[in-house]
């Protein structure tokens, strides 16, 4: 099955402050930088009411995208971390939270592996000696 390898999503340097939107095999993903300048890969669909995250804001104090339409905001591992009508300190639920995908970053590509295979049986990215 081709999700079960690395996808490259976007070239580094496309990847700056703003969220940036990739489709592969069909299927819409978000990628936004922490502020470390680490790469994460999440669902483009917020899990709310469906918006697309790529539309949302990066918000680097707290290493999070908001969805442009209530604002929800999600971290890299794809959990939901604020919930704006909710008010300060409300729980939020468990089930928000959209899929998140592994991410390696060489040769100025990012990647995502998209597929199901666990850490241990994944693939490693290819190695390129001359680049």
Request: with cysteine.
């Amino acid at each position: 099955m081709y999700i079960n390898f690395w996808s490259p999503v976007c070239l580094s340097k496309e990847l700056k402050d703003k969220p940036f939107k990739a489709t592969i095999l069909g299927l819409d993903f978000v990628v936004f930088r922490d502020s470390k300048g680490e790469a994460h890969c999440l669902s483009d669909v917020c899990c709310h009411r469906g918006g697309s995250l790529a539309g949302g804001l990066c918000h680097s104090e707290d290493d999070t995208i908001a969805c442009p339409y209530h604002g929800w905001r999600f971290n890299g591992s794809g959990k939901c971390t604020q919930i704006p009508s909710l008010g300060p300190g409300s729980k939020i639920p468990a089930r928000a939270k959209v899929d998140s995908y592994p991410v390696e970053e060489r040769y100025g590509i990012v990647f995502a592996f998209l597929g199901d295979d666990s850490e241990d049986e994944r693939s490693p990215l290819y190695e390129i000696e001359k680049f």
